[in-house]
């Protein structure tokens, strides 16, 4: 397998902090897992996400993603970058509620300069796959958080990244439509998607996760498989959103 993403002995420390946020890391992710990160509050979870996705920069260490060195890129090539290579999803949408739903699926690939007749077949694919498609024309703040969380994924799918990171994507819904996330992103996961996703949720990770990665103040302390096979068959479907 190859890898989509390697992060070698990663190091984040903040001013005045006592202990570093994450310390002395080391990981591979293969195309087409779809790995959990795990642990308490505090530990380091979503700054080793952001550090990931070029949002942050390690104090040392390198993050390569794609085959490309995303720690020393500038802010703006990091950017760039992201919107290429990387989709994020994130607790709280981060939709922009002045756009549809449909601008908003389409901004990253407006700002990729992609075309806009391709984009636009691209974005109302996906919200038709993603079971939204009706809410096109309508804005953010008329829809249930597990819809807005839908829109937020077809958003960070139209580019086609290589790697999608998600930062607690069910931690502002109800249990329900936190489930129903974790299984769009199973059908996802189907079709060769690499995913990585901090959660809190056990029960969740342990049910869909194909690997599970667990930090304690900012050191990488286990890292087992999970149960493969079971995170592609878990809807009972091998396909769905489409690449």
Not at 21 to 40: S, T
Not at 54 to 63: N, Q
Not at 198 to 207: F, G, K, P, R
Request: aromatic share 4%; charged share 20%.
């Amino acid at each position: 397998m190859t890898a989509v993403l390697e992060a070698r002995d990663l190091v984040k420390a903040y001013d005045g902090a006592p202990v570093a946020a994450v310390d002395g890391v080391h990981l591979a992710i293969e195309r087409g897992e779809f790995v959990a990160i795990m642990g308490p509050s505090g530990c380091g979870k979503s700054t080793l996400l952001n550090l990931l996705a070029g949002l942050d920069r390690p104090s040392e260490g390198t993050v390569k993603v794609a085959g490309t060195r995303v720690d020393t890129l500038s802010e703006a090539a990091s950017a760039r970058f992201r919107r290429a290579h990387v989709g994020l999803v994130f607790q709280f949408f981060n939709l922009l509620d002045d756009l549809t739903v449909l601008d908003n699926v389409l901004l990253p690939a407006q700002l990729a300069g992609a075309r806009g007749g391709a984009a636009r077949q691209r974005a109302e694919q996906l919200l038709d796959t993603l079971g939204i498609a009706r809410h096109a024309a309508a804005y953010p703040g008329r829809l249930s958080g597990g819809e807005r969380q839908r829109v937020a994924v077809a958003r960070a799918l139209v580019n086609r990244p290589a790697l999608l990171l998600a930062d607690e994507p069910t931690g502002a819904l109800d249990r329900a439509a936190g489930e129903d996330v974790w299984r769009l992103l199973t059908e996802l996961h189907a079709t060769g998607q690499t995913i990585v996703l901090v959660t809190h949720d056990e029960q969740l990770a342990q049910a869909y996760a194909t690997r599970t990665i667990r930090l304690t103040d900012g050191h990488l302390t286990t890292d087992t498989a999970g149960p493969v096979g079971v995170a592609r068959n878990a809807t009972g479907a091998t396909a769905g959103v489409p690449r």
